[in-house]
């Protein structure tokens, strides 16, 4: 994690938005697992009006090392303060999908986590089946 010389203003803004931030909704399901999970949207949506209300956005990049994919989030507050963090997970098929897939689980993942966002599920089996077993 890296972050601003000060987060004393970010802290603040994200306690509050935190305050008015609910779980993301369980409404897509895994048909591999029979699982509903709450996908990218629904962390988006918990968070975007408690963030807009404090102050709070966010931009996430795509990044790439070495047989892994992922994101850069940096979350930043209207006084210029911010913090950062890389998630990177392994690809086991070198393809475009499973490069694709690991970003957009790493987004959902990352934003979550940085947001204080409250995980009511774990559809984490998918991310660490054997290749033969994922679906595409």
């Given at each position: 994690m890296k972050k601003s010389e000060s987060i004393k203003?970010?802290?603040?803004?994200?306690?509050?938005?935190?305050?008015?931030?609910?779980?993301?909704?369980?409404g897509?399901?895994?048909?591999?697992?029979?699982?509903?999970?709450?996908?990218?949207?629904?962390?988006?949506?918990?968070?975007?009006?408690?963030?807009?209300?404090?102050?709070?956005?966010?931009?996430?990049?795509?990044?790439?090392?070495?047989?892994?994919?992922?994101?850069?989030?940096?979350?930043?507050?209207?006084?210029?303060?911010?913090i950062e963090s890389e998630l990177l997970l392994p690809i086991v098929k070198k393809d475009p999908q499973a490069a694709g897939s690991a970003i957009t689980y790493a987004r959902r993942y990352a934003l979550q986590s940085m947001a204080g966002i409250p995980s009511e599920d774990d559809d984490g089996n998918l991310g660490s089946a054997p290749a033969s077993k994922k679906t595409e």
């Amino acid at each position: 994690m890296k972050k601003s010389e000060s987060i004393k203003e970010i802290a603040v803004a994200l306690n509050k938005a935190q305050d008015a931030m609910g779980g993301a909704v369980k409404g897509v399901e895994n048909p591999f697992f029979k699982k509903n999970y709450a996908d990218l949207s629904s962390v988006v949506q918990a968070i975007k009006q408690p963030f807009a209300d404090n102050g709070l956005s966010y931009s996430q990049f795509p990044i790439t090392k070495e047989g892994y994919a992922g994101v850069e989030t940096i979350l930043m507050h209207i006084s210029g303060e911010w913090i950062e963090s890389e998630l990177l997970l392994p690809i086991v098929k070198k393809d475009p999908q499973a490069a694709g897939s690991a970003i957009t689980y790493a987004r959902r993942y990352a934003l979550q986590s940085m947001a204080g966002i409250p995980s009511e599920d774990d559809d984490g089996n998918l991310g660490s089946a054997p290749a033969s077993k994922k679906t595409e």
